[in-house]
């Protein structure tokens, strides 16, 4: 028998069964809210569903106005300063989307129009996001986080990444680490934010501070327009064995990018996710600030394990063939 005729058929079946293992990536939808589908905000927090969920609204100075949700709109609205601070949170899942396996990835979408001045072109003002694992945790009713009372639970505990694109006012764009959070050093409350890293001393998490994963993107100098929509797209890669790479990127409504973020880590590094975070930093001349959200969405994108008649019929196949060989 020719040895080279035998080993040919061995090489190409063990192949397919090559083939029939490898994992193609899957893309789900594990959340999507256009707000009415039972979304409630301000409230005691009620566990999330497929399009449904509990979204806490927090503040920098004076108690945070309860934002106004109805199909397609999310009204949230920041105080009418110069400086403040404002944040939106959530869990997104009952059960930890986790990546598992290289290529794997998460991504947070948000659309939303600029209704009022969130950020002013050449100035301060930064826009904030972030994915994190709640351990559990629903966030506390929405509060203002230069205050007492919620020094524990919450988003104390949450573990994940934030993105920030910085105005030309002084503001930096960088991807930071949101690391459990001791009681706040300040006033209890700062440690309930996870987006903001120290802005300020008693309004943002500090106890400890975030680790600097990357700086890109450069400062946005145009801002937003008041009353355009834009896209927010926020992933979290597995990229290699180890390492994670986020990436961060800003379109405005004709798809176009603005602004575009990434970096990589590999310490420590945080794998699964149930939260989210939106927020930003008006930093400018005294004015009122507010957003319209259209809807918000996460999908995953998984390794897919093959379905077991696959492997099968590929093992019987080469079961038939080396028959087939012997009885030659």
Do not use: C, K
Not at 69 to 79: E, K, M, Q, S, V
Not at 121 to 149: E, F, K, Q
Not at 227 to 245: M, V
Request: proline share 5%; net charge negative.
């Amino acid at each position: 028998m020719n040895r080279a005729n035998s080993v040919l058929p061995i090489l190409t079946a063990t192949g397919i069964l090559g083939i029939a293992s490898q994992s193609a990536l899957a893309q789900t939808t594990v959340f999507s809210d256009t707000f009415g589908n039972g979304s409630t905000v301000q409230t005691t927090p009620t566990p999330p569903t497929a399009n449904s969920t509990t979204y806490q609204w927090f503040q920098q100075g004076g108690t945070p106005a309860t934002p106004t949700i109805a199909l397609g709109d999310l009204h949230l609205a920041g105080r009418t300063t110069s400086s403040s601070i404002s944040e939106l949170q959530a869990l997104f899942t009952t059960s930890p989307v986790t990546l598992q396996n290289v290529g794997d990835s998460l991504n947070f979408t948000i659309v939303f129009a600029d209704t009022q001045n969130i950020f002013p072109a050449s100035s301060a003002s930064t826009l904030n996001i972030g994915l994190y694992n709640s351990g559990g945790s629903a966030p506390v009713t929405g509060v203002r986080l230069d205050s007492s009372g919620s020094g524990t639970g919450g988003a104390v505990g949450w573990n994940g990444y934030l993105a920030r694109i910085g105005g030309t006012g002084g503001a930096t764009s960088a991807i930071i680490t949101r690391p459990p959070q001791g009681a706040g050093i300040t006033n209890p409350n700062q440690s309930q934010d996870v987006l903001f890293n120290g802005a300020s001393g008693s309004s943002t998490f500090n106890n400890p501070t975030g680790t600097l994963v990357a700086n890109s993107g450069g400062q946005f100098d145009a801002g937003l327009t008041q009353g355009s929509t834009y896209t927010l797209s926020y992933s979290i890669i597995l990229s290699a064995a180890g390492t994670l790479t986020i990436d961060d990127n800003l379109y405005d409504s004709g798809n176009n990018l603005l602004v575009s973020q990434t970096g990589s880590t590999s310490t420590s590094i945080v794998t699964s996710y149930d939260a989210l975070a939106f927020g930003w930093r008006y930093n400018s001349t005294s004015a009122a600030s507010s957003v319209d959200v259209s809807s918000i969405s996460v999908t995953e994108n998984l390794a897919a394990i093959p379905e077991p008649t696959t492997a099968t019929l590929a093992l019987a196949g080469f079961g038939l063939f080396l028959v087939r060989r012997f009885r030659r």
